[in-house]
């Protein structure tokens, strides 16, 4: 049975322990009454006072994960920061990604100890290992990323200096099995083909008792930011992240909603980090859940017009989410605080 608690009522919620039974599982709500079928955590929003109120957007099932998205291809990922590395700190992050939301996302995380060992997936320009420094030695700390452009960037930074960066894939880590105490992974899930297996891998490179943390989008309920939200690349529901976590083996699943200031807990638009799960690997070895071979080939050749139409068209929906964050700052300008936006 699910329990859950409230930490701030417009919006980070803690979810634990939710039991899967596959896909529109029956979840709980946030007072532990059964709630069923077809994303209603994600759909559901928590008012000042910390009641659930209904939904203003409406809902849908979303794309299943097997059909991956325009940008949820490792090839075209590679692309898209090929360019996107070039303007990600300053232009982009901005929007969706703060420091004081990163700091609250890795809280949960518990870097306890400055010797503890951390892997960084999907850790790009550096941007969340710099949070991750602050706890913990640099030198402890590796920073894998598939894009070489984007682990350029994090080379230039002072603070992690003394950080190991390399180049690898999030479905197929390069770590020994009970290597890391600590799996971070900051706004990199949107882009793997099987989100599941990067899961399985976070719990085979943790020790016994290691943790992670895993930071993502959420699904929109808004129609117009669900389309290009589904155009896109991969916006998981709150409970198909505790899904994945459950069977990787994880143990005491735990997920925290965080979001930028100025959207005021509105969630119905997605978010492109919109919580922070966490689990703990409860015994040593590899994760208990048994997977085939990887579904995606990169080395197989691809068709440069279905590649580039596709890329196109992912690119013009994220421009929709560059839009969105400029549109919720507008409205919080405007709307008097304390009204809902
Ligand atoms: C939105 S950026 C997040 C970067 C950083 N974690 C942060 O918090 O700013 C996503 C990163 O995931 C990387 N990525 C995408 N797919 C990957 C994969 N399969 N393996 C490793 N990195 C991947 C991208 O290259 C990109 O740097």
């Excluded at 409230?6 to 532990?32: C, E, I, K, Q, Y």
């Excluded at 930074?157 to 099995?177: M, N, V």
Aim: net charge positive; proline share 7%; hydrophobic share 40%.
């Amino acid at each position: 049975m699910a329990s859950s608690m409230l930490n701030r009522a417009d919006n980070l919620t803690h979810f634990r322990g939710v039991t899967p039974t596959g896909l529109g599982f029956l979840g709980s709500d946030f007072h532990g009454k059964r709630i069923s079928k077809m994303g209603l955590v994600s759909s559901l929003s928590v008012s000042r006072n910390g009641t659930i109120v209904a939904p203003k957007c409406s809902l849908s099932a979303s794309r299943p994960v097997s059909q991956p998205r325009f940008i949820q291809h490792k090839k075209e990922a590679f692309w898209f920061y090929r360019f996107l590395s070039i303007v990600y700190d300053h232009v982009i992050n901005p929007g969706h990604w703060t420091e004081d939301m990163r700091d609250e996302a890795l809280e949960p995380a518990d870097l306890s100890d400055r010797n503890m060992i951390v892997v960084d997936v999907g850790g790009g320009t550096g941007f969340t290992t710099l949070g991750i420094v602050k706890h913990v030695d640099a030198k402890n700390v590796t920073i894998l990323d598939q894009s070489p452009h984007q682990l350029a960037k994090a080379k230039q930074k002072e603070p992690l200096k003394e950080c190991k960066i390399i180049e690898g894939d999030a479905e197929d880590l390069p770590f020994p099995t009970d290597y890391a105490d600590r799996y971070i992974s900051a706004g990199s899930i949107e882009y793997w083909p099987d989100p599941q297996r990067g899961i399985k891998e976070a719990y085979r490179v943790l020790k016994l008792g290691g943790k992670a943390c895993l930071i993502g989008p959420v699904y929109p309920t808004f129609w117009l930011s669900r389309f290009f939200a589904d155009v896109w690349m991969l916006f998981p529901k709150e409970e198909e992240y505790i899904e994945w976590f459950q069977k990787a083996g994880f143990k005491d699943v735990q997920l925290k909603r965080i979001g930028p200031k100025w959207y005021r807990g509105v969630r119905c638009h997605g978010l492109i980090m919109g919580c922070s799960v966490t689990g703990v690997k409860p015994a040593s070895g590899d994760s208990p859940l048994q997977l085939g071979p990887k579904a995606e080939d990169v080395t197989k050749p691809v068709n440069l017009f279905s590649f580039l139409t596709r890329f196109i068209l992912g690119c013009m929906a994220a421009t929709y989410y560059v839009l969105v964050p400029i549109y919720m700052w507008l409205k919080d300008q405007i709307v008097p605080k304390g009204q809902p936006i």
